[in-house]
C-alpha cells in the first residue's frame, strides 16, 4: 500500500512539473492570469477538480 502512495506521488510531481518544464513563458503566463482570477471562479474549477479526482480514485478501485 505504501509503494502505491510513493507512485502516486511521483505522478503528481510528474505532471505538475511538466508545463513548467515544456513551456516556461506559457506557464508564467497562466500563473498570471489565474492570479488575476476572482477567488470564486478559482474555488469552482477547484471544487470540479476535486469532485473529478475523487470520483477517478473511487471508480478505479
Known amino acids: 500500500m505504501d509503494g502505491q ?3 502516486v506521488l511521483g505522478l ?3 505532471i505538475e512539473a511538466m508545463l513548467p518544464f515544456i ?4 506557464y508564467r503566463q ?3 492570469q489565474m ?3 476572482p477567488d470564486k471562479a478559482l474555488r469552482a474549477v477547484a471544487l470540479v477538480a476535486l469532485c473529478v479526482g475523487a470520483a477517478l480514485v473511487y471508480f478505479s478501485r
Open 12 to 14: 503528481v510531481l510528474i
Open 5 to 7: 502512495w510513493l507512485k
Open 23 to 26: 513551456s516556461p513563458k506559457g
Open 35 to 37: 492570479a488575476q482570477t
Open 30 to 32: 497562466a500563473m498570471m
